[in-house]
């Protein structure tokens, strides 16, 4: 039989993690037990940036061998993981103790990883006092800090802001003599482009769609709920899946994926199939986060010229029109030595105008740093917009980014949604329920078993549990 006391003794934040969870962390801990054994190949570097995105190592590359290349360079290698294998060696190090990286630039659902535990467990330095003394937290714009913020603390540089506006095919739209100028809803959108839809060849089948959204695609599910304020959980990290909001949300996209008269069809992100479609003309509008510009740009350059990007059509009249999808930050491991040389490092890497432009001029994507937005780099010309200045369209709304919670159960509450919504629309389509209203009962329904499934997750951990405990 167990030792209660011995149980007892056992930190709280260590139940945050499940068998496999650990199983992961003891197959980092022993891979990195084997490289420590292993010549050591760092060279005359100081320091070493993991970072798990291509595109942002090949703009980073050139700027730190510039920086290594200055007299008495503090040296930093920088070394590109997979993000399947940042995620092991992150959480390997920073519950098994072995080394990691001394700057750490990884993704949001990797971030989260660090932040099932107490204050104290968290495996990135602290970053708040830094950002206040050296005035960082007045430059940054403030809903770009959200995910990085853990207990009221910041643990990471955001690289970005995210934006979301509606790319759309102004040519098809165009020559049907459609403008949407007037266009305030998501209610006026499909009205105003509902003759689009019309069976031109009589095949019974509409020749194409209003809006590329399944319910398959949880990205997209996610960054409109978001939209409205909805979402798996408050801004303070409170679970809250089953919240009427999000009940009236899914309900209406359901609708627009069901039925004779539906205007959405799924049209895949990141795959062949996904880009042909877009050529052809299967759906007509697009959530377009500002990266994603990059990826259209590159993949389906028949479209250049035809493309258009517009504020997002609100839910209600006077709402948001913009989103957020997706987010990176750059943090330092809290065991690193250097930690001031660290520091300076990140700040001239994150927060330099070089830094700006070559993350917009490569990859589209707007800086989170207020003062750069200046820049006249933002209100060039993009061609295949059709000569819209898109960095300025982006920045124009950057500020109104829907702020989001650090927890480490994000990706939980976003898949647990987006299986909701599948759920909603088998059930719609097999009993031919098609309106919003009249699916709003099943929503509910199906949101408080989605909550109920995060919730026993959350249970686990002291630390992130849903609800309060008896007894505690």
């Avoid at 420590?36 to 190592?57: C, I, N, Q």
């Avoid at 920086?67 to 930093?76: L, S, Y």
């Avoid at 199939?273 to 509008?285: D, E, P, R, S, Y």
């Avoid at 200046?374 to 709304?397: H, M, N, S, T, V």
Wanted: with cysteine; net charge negative.
């Amino acid at each position: 039989m167990a030792d209660p006391k011995r149980q007892r003794d056992v930190p709280q934040w260590v139940h945050a993690f499940s068998p496999g969870a650990w199983c992961i962390a003891l197959l980092a801990v022993l891979s990195s037990a084997l490289l420590a054994v292993l010549p050591e190949s760092r060279g005359d570097v100081d320091a070493t940036m993991w970072a798990s995105a291509k595109p942002h190592y090949d703009i980073y590359f050139p700027i730190v061998e510039q920086w290594n290349d200055e007299p008495d360079a503090f040296r930093v290698d920088v070394q590109l993981l997979s993000r399947q294998v940042m995620d092991r060696r992150m959480i390997g190090g920073f519950l098994g103790g072995v080394p990691v990286a001394d700057l750490i630039e990884s993704e949001r659902s990797t971030v989260s990883l660090a932040f099932a535990g107490p204050l104290e467990a968290v495996g990135f330095l602290d970053l708040t006092d830094r950002m206040k003394a050296d005035g960082l937290l007045d430059r940054i714009n403030p809903p770009s800090l959200s995910p990085w913020t853990y207990e009221g603390r910041i643990f990471g540089i955001p690289h970005d802001v995210h934006p979301v506006l509606l790319g759309y095919r102004a040519d098809l739209i165009e020559a049907a003599g459609i403008s949407l100028e007037g266009v305030e809803t998501w209610d006026d959108l499909f009205e105003a482009l509902r003759p689009l839809q019309a069976d031109q060849d009589g095949n019974g089948v509409p020749d194409r769609h209003v809006l590329s959204l399944w319910d398959s695609s949880s990205d997209i599910i996610n960054t409109l709920l978001l939209q409205a304020g909805g979402g798996p959980f408050l801004p303070d990290g409170t679970l809250a899946i089953d919240r009427p909001l999000n009940a009236r949300l899914i309900a209406e996209m359901t609708s627009w994926m069901v039925g004779p008269d539906r205007v959405a069809a799924d049209v895949p992100d990141f795959s062949p199939g996904g880009n042909k479609l877009k050529a052809q003309g299967a759906a007509l509008c697009f959530l377009m986060p500002d990266w994603m510009c990059d990826i259209w740009e590159e993949q389906i350059p028949q479209l250049s010229g035809k493309m258009r990007l517009m504020p997002l059509p609100a839910w209600e009249p006077g709402g948001r029109r913009t989103s957020v999808w997706g987010g990176s930050m750059l943090g330092i491991s809290r065991e690193a030595e250097n930690q001031e040389e660290l520091w300076a490092f990140a700040k001239r890497l994150y927060t330099s105008d070089d830094l700006s432009r070559e993350i917009y001029r490569e990859g589209a994507i707007i800086t989170p740093i207020v003062e750069l937005w200046d820049d006249p780099i933002f209100d060039e010309p993009d061609p295949y917009f059709g000569g819209q200045a898109k960095g300025r369209l982006y920045i124009d709304l950057a500020r109104e980014v829907p702020a989001r919670p650090a927890t480490p159960y994000f990706t939980h509450g976003r898949t647990a949604l987006q299986q909701a919504v599948s759920r909603l629309k088998s059930w719609a389509e097999s009993r031919e329920v098609y309106d919003a209203e009249s699916l709003l009962p099943k929503a509910e329904e199906l949101l408080a078993d989605a909550h109920e499934e995060v919730a026993r997750i959350m249970r686990r951990n002291a630390f992130h549990r849903p609800d309060p405990v008896p007894g505690s």
